[in-house]
């Protein structure tokens, strides 16, 4: 099935993966708990969950740079 979601969605969900992998830094783990988490979380939820991470971070510009950058190589990676 396939599932449409928002720019900022999967700017967020890369906010997601980002906080997530953290520890190991491997990039393919990282693309694997994006993809995870655009399937299976709702959109809204992605959203909540980036918002607080913004938050938490006091819109650490590192953090949103390093997701914009993996959410533009989200095509490819899917």
Known sequence: MEKLISFEAAINAAKI??????SDGSLVDFQKDMINILCDYSEDQIMNMGRRISNAADNCSGIN???RRAANGLPQVI
Do not use: I, Q
Request: glycine share 0%; hydrophobic share 55%; charged share 0%.
């Open 17 to 22: 993966a980002f906080c997530w992998n953290s």
């Open 65 to 67: 740079f390093n997701a």
